[in-house]
């Protein structure tokens, strides 16, 4: 039986590239029945209005991926929900992969390894350890595509409403209740923008402080601070 997936994206001034984000999905292998839910935080809605493909839901939300993020939950109606950044491409049978998860029945979601869309050696790197830190913690990241359950997602309350680490706070719950995050041995391909506009070292070193200041409990409204939208 065919399952239905929604994929939700959450834009912020993307218009430049969300026509071939939405086309790529439309090329993949997909095992089920799939739809693409494009959620803006910009009130002007310029990334949905830029959207030319018939049948993608699109919907304004306030700013704030996690905010964003459900709010496509909530008219989202697939199975299984997979929260994908804008600038983030899937592998050609990651679809397939999602649902090949789900056939463990401990599993309520899962991510993919990540990939950065440069021949740059040192992002070979910080791809080896990102695989590494992920596995080690059971802990993905959002630019990993973390992909759950429907009614999971809604019976834990979806993403907490903060400014930064939505996507750890609520791995670190589903940790907590002893439940199992699939890491499926796909990378996704994400576009090293923001890397290279803030510089390699600088934004990778920026990122793992951030990450293990907020571990050792320092709030999101303060990390924020030091995190460029």
């Known amino acids: 039986m065919n ?6 994206i959450p834009v912020l001034n993307e218009s430049r590239i969300i ?4 086309n790529h999905l439309y090329h993949l292998k997909s095992a089920g029945d799939l739809e693409i839910i494009v959620v803006d935080g910009n009130p002007a809605g310029n990334t949905i209005n830029a959207i030319t493909r018939p049948g993608v839901k699109t919907v304004i939300s306030a700013k704030g991926r996690g905010l964003q993020m459900n709010t496509g939950a909530v008219i ?9 950044h804008a600038d983030t491409m899937l592998s050609h049978d990651a679809l397939e992969q999602i649902f090949k998860a789900f056939e463990q029945d401990d599993v309520v979601g899962g991510a993919f ?11 070979r790197l910080i791809e080896k350890t990102a695989s590494i830190r992920s596995r080690l913690t059971g802990i993905p990241y959002g630019d990993q595509a973390i ?9 834990v309350g979806g993403f907490k409403d903060i400014p930064i680490m939505e996507d750890v706070e609520l791995m670190r719950r589903i940790k907590k209740a002893g439940l199992k995050i699939k890491f499926v041995p ?15 070292v600088y934004g990778t070193l920026r990122n793992w402080t951030l990450i293990t200041l907020y571990l050792l409990g320092v709030s999101p409204q303060k990390l ?3 995190y460029a939208s």
Do not use: C, H, M, Y
């Open 224 to 226: 924020k601070k030091f």
């Open 76 to 84: 989202a109606a697939g199975e299984v929900l997979l929260f994908l």
């Open 186 to 200: 796909r990378k996704v391909q994400t576009d090293p923008r923001r890397w290279e506009k803030e510089g390699i």
């Open 19 to 22: 026509n071939a984000a939405i």
């Open 3 to 8: 399952r239905k997936l929604s994929i939700i």
């Open 147 to 155: 992909f759950l359950e429907k009614r999971f997602f809604d019976r």
């Open 113 to 123: 390894d990540l990939g950065i869309q440069s021949e740059k050696k040192i992002f």
